[in-house]
Every structure is written in structure tokens, then in C-alpha cells.
């Protein structure tokens, strides 16, 4: 299986700062079409996880233009250019170019 | 508004069986590939199986931790998802969730979850 390694575990921040995520993978996430299969979810505390980003940089319907996602191959990062309290919560990577998908463990974004 | 509204969880001994059911609305059901995810308390989501279109021949895929013992299917006429569990066994306990694919990517929806627990 592709392992999907997110750093930091937790990241402590201000309101207004930027943040960033990483998200590495045990093995190529290119497509043999050429697309790569990189999403990135939000959960907040007591719902259900809800998607932000697809194909490495795609935002969401909805999602605020803060939201900014980058990367190839193995190493992806998620930015927020200024948090927001909305933004509060556990941040999930997700590769769905190999069989099976695979999670990362997180990384939780909170208050300092 | 897309709604996914799971049903079907519960207290199971281990070696049972549960069906979960999962009912959709607010879009081309029929249209869509969907998941399973599960997720077990403080871990990370755990993407089980997705099942694809008429137009791709309902066919499926399944994480091998689940393979074997767990199917999915749907009911286009109803709008309902299903996953049929069997041979339970205690680290199946979990939230799982149904989800509507966003083009491929799963997760584009996801329902609220329905909690399962195994246990004697």
C-alpha cells in the first residue's frame, strides 16, 4: 500500500498567520494518463471530513481561494495564506492513484 | 443540496453481520461512483471500497483489510448504497460514511456517519 506521511502532526497558530502542510507518499502518485490523484480534506471537530483540494490544486466548489494546494510526484503541500477560525481542525491527504487509496494520519491545526 | 443520509449501524458480536445502507439525494445518483470510509476513533479515515457507474458496469474495488467479508452495491432505482458486512471482528469498530465521488476523487460528499461496534 501507499504510505501517505503528513507533517507536522499538530501545527499551533496564530489567526491571520499562514500554514502549511506537508504530505509525502511512499511512491509516485503519477497516473499512468498523467493526472495525479492528490486530495485534501478538512475535519472539524464532531463532523464529517469535507474535501478542499483534488488533483494536487483544484479547490473545491466553495472553497476560499485561501486554500492553496502544490506539488508532484511524492512531496504535496497545502497552504492557508491567512487562517481563519473556520479553519480550525484535522487536515487529511488522500492518494487515489493507486489501489488501495490511502489517508494520512493528519495534522491538526490549532490555536497557539 | 446533496444529502447522504446513513442507516444500518449498531452493536454487533464479532463474527456477525451488518448491512448498511446508504440513501442519497440532491443530485444524479445513478450517475455517480461512490464510496465507504470508515473511520475508527481518533485515527484517520480508512477508505474501504467504491463502487462505479451503470456506465461502467457497476464494477468494484475493495481495500484487501476488508476484501473477502464486506460488499458493496447500489440500487440506482432507490438512490440507496449498500455495504453488506460480514465476519465482524473487533477493529472493525467505527464511524463509516457513504461518499459521492467528485469525478474520481472520493469524498467530494460525504455523509454523517453511522457508528458500528463490535463487541461481545
Known amino acids: 500500500d501507499v504510505v501517505m506521511t503528513q507533517t507536522p502532526l499538530s501545527l499551533p497558530i496564530s489567526l491571520g498567520d499562514q500554514a502549511s502542510f506537508s504530505c509525502r507518499s511512499s511512491q509516485s502518485l503519477l497516473h499512468s494518463n498523467g493526472n495525479t490523484y492528490l486530495a485534501w480534506y478538512l475535519q472539524k471537530s464532531g463532523l464529517s471530513p469535507q474535501i478542499l483540494i483534488y488533483r494536487i490544486s483544484n479547490r473545491f466548489s466553495g472553497v476560499p481561494d485561501r486554500f492553496s494546494g502544490s506539488g508532484s510526484g511524492t512531496d504535496f503541500t497545502l497552504k492557508i495564506s491567512r487562517v481563519e477560525p473556520e479553519d480550525l481542525g484535522v487536515y487529511y491527504c488522500l492518494q487515489h492513484t493507486h489501489l488501495p487509496y490511502t489517508f494520512g494520519a493528519g495534522t491538526k491545526l490549532e490555536l497557539k | 443540496e446533496v444529502k447522504l443520509l446513513e442507516s444500518g449501524g449498531g452493536l454487533v458480536q464479532p463474527g456477525g453481520s451488518l448491512r448498511l445502507s446508504c440513501a442519497a439525494s440532491?443530485?444524479?445518483?445513478?450517475?455517480?461512483?461512490m464510496s465507504w470510509i470508515r473511520q475508527s476513533p481518533g485515527k484517520a479515515p480508512e477508505w474501504l471500497s467504491f463502487i462505479r457507474n451503470k456506465a461502467n458496469s457497476y464494477t468494484t474495488e475493495y481495500n484487501p483489510s476488508v476484501k473477502g467479508r464486506f460488499t458493496i452495491s447500489r440500487d440506482d432505482t432507490q438512490n440507496v448504497l449498500y455495504l453488506q458486512m460480514n465476519t465482524l471482528r473487533a477493529e472493525d469498530t467505527a464511524i463509516y460514511y457513504c461518499?459521492?465521488?467528485?469525478?474520481?476523487?472520493?469524498?467530494?460528499?460525504w455523509g454523517q456517519g453511522v457508528m458500528v461496534t463490535v463487541s461481545s
Open positions: 440532491g443530485f444524479t445518483f445513478a450517475d455517480f461512483y
Open positions: 461518499a459521492k465521488h467528485m469525478r474520481t476523487t472520493p469524498g467530494g460528499y
